[in-house]
């Protein structure tokens, strides 16, 4: 059965976003029996005519709306710092201003109501997900909003905020210990097995329900469209679900196929190599594999790890192909753990700007895409989350030194690795009254 997701909000003529044509991607689903949504829809969406974009009659700014109303249509930044080093203008999408304080309420709110129009979500149901705790806190919000409840494994490295977040909106959420997605332990595999043997638990599917593409090729692509007016020459963002990129990637190259899109990625993760592959050999890549009764496409995984939650996987999800597999993304970039602290810092003492890590993660790659291209274009990227959200890691003096991080100038017009005298601890002091 295909499906049509429709938009949600007042509807403005296609010529306002350049009519372009909108994501159309066929998946036959294959995970029988597995409770997710997954196993009660073929994958087609069909191109529509509108798409949710700020409006002064409809928009949040002019009339009181609904939680779920007040997603999306969030500011879009300039970098003032890196406007400066670079002679770009370096823009970034403030997600944190979202009513869940993240990128993935956009993909929360599809998804539910993805599940809600094929009939897997009934009322009284309760959703089921594995999540490295923003799409859990999105969907847990949209759930309370709704009247479902919400189970939600998750990584039991992720930070405390974000578990204590996801309770506080009535969610349960059950720890798995951090295994390969092969060991069916995993917190992917253990939420599809809950979805599965209980009555009335779905599991929505963000990393294989294409709706996630589809709420940001709806939403995200088209206001960074208007936002810009029309004129960005680049853009970047890491990958976890592949929902960001699958979505922006592909609404930015049917407007713009000039348009330069770079995935940046973390370490340990092998999606950078799955691109570098992928574009310099023009093949696709992926190990078909099944775990636990469920189909996945593995990747090669290099060595290294991430201090970025939620981003940088070993496998190909149906929402990352829809980017890669299109010709959507051209090249891809490594960022380190320090390049990722360093930035988080720089961006708190020179931009007044709190965010995450994988927020930090893509500023970086804005910031050496922006080298790249050179003076006079224009580069956006997303900026996930808050850094509320990572008080007791990325911005806990002890968390960063157990694993030898110390946050540095970002910008050296030395090119030393010195840090400034008092640098952390000035700013560690300023915020949270550490040393």
């Known amino acids: 059965m295909a499906f049509r997701l429709l938009c949600r909000s007042a509807a403005i003529g296609a010529a306002a976003v350049g009519g372009a044509g909108l994501l159309h991607d066929t998946h036959t689903a294959t995970m029988q029996g597995t409770g997710t949504v997954s196993d009660y829809i073929t994958f087609s969406i069909p191109p529509r005519e509108s798409t949710r974009l700020p409006d002064p009659e409809t928009n949040s700014v002019h009339h009181p709306v609904s939680v779920l109303d007040a997603i999306g249509n969030t500011p879009l930044i300039e970098i003032k710092s890196l406007s400066k080093a670079t002679g770009c203008r370096v823009l970034g999408k403030a997600e944190w201003m979202n009513p869940g304080g993240s990128v993935k309420d956009r993909p929360a709110l599809y998804l539910v109501e993805h599940a809600e129009k094929t009939g897997a979500l009934r009322p009284g149901g309760t959703i089921v997900e594995g999540t490295g705790g923003n799409t859990g806190i999105g969907l847990a919000m949209i759930a309370a909003a709704k009247g479902y409840k919400c189970i939600f494994t998750h990584p039991s490295s992720i930070a405390a905020e974000k578990v204590n977040t996801m309770n506080m909106l009535g969610a349960e959420t059950i720890a798995c210990e951090g295994v390969p997605i092969t060991n069916p332990a995993h917190y992917f595999h253990v939420a599809q097995r809950i979805a599965k043997e209980r009555p009335n638990h779905v599991c ?203 946050p540095k100038p970002f910008l050296r017009a030395t090119g030393t690795s010195s840090a400034k005298s008092g640098y952390f601890s000035g700013i560690m002091a300023a915020l949270f009254g550490a040393n």
Not at 270 to 292: D, M, N, R, Y
Not at 339 to 366: C, T, W
Request: with cysteine; net charge negative.
């Open 204 to 406: 929505v599917g963000q990393f294989e329900s294409i709706a996630s593409a589809q709420a940001h090729y709806e939403t995200t692509g088209p206001e960074i469209w208007v936002q810009t007016g029309g004129n960005i020459d680049a853009f970047c963002c890491a990958a976890g679900t592949g929902g960001t990129m699958g979505g922006v990637s592909r609404y930015l190259k049917d407007m713009n196929p000039a348009c330069i899109v770079h995935l940046v990625d973390p370490p340990g993760s092998a999606l950078f190599g799955a691109v570098q592959t992928t574009v310099k050999h023009q093949t696709t890549v992926g190990t078909p594999t099944v775990v636990a009764g469920t189909p996945l496409l593995l990747l090669d995984k290099p060595d290294g790890s991430s201090i970025c939650e939620g981003i940088g996987i070993d496998r190909k999800t149906r929402n990352f192909s829809a980017a890669l597999d299109h010709h959507a993304i051209d090249d891809a970039q490594l960022v380190t753990n320090d390049e990722v602290v360093d930035m988080a810092y720089h961006l708190l003492r020179e931009d007044g700007i709190f965010v995450g890590p994988s927020a930090a993660l893509n500023v970086v790659g804005a910031y050496k895409l922006a080298q790249q291209v050179g003076p006079g274009h224009t580069v956006v990227t997303i900026l996930c989350d808050g850094g509320d959200r990572y008080k007791s890691k990325l911005y806990n003096a002890a968390w960063l030194d157990e694993r030898g991080l110390s």
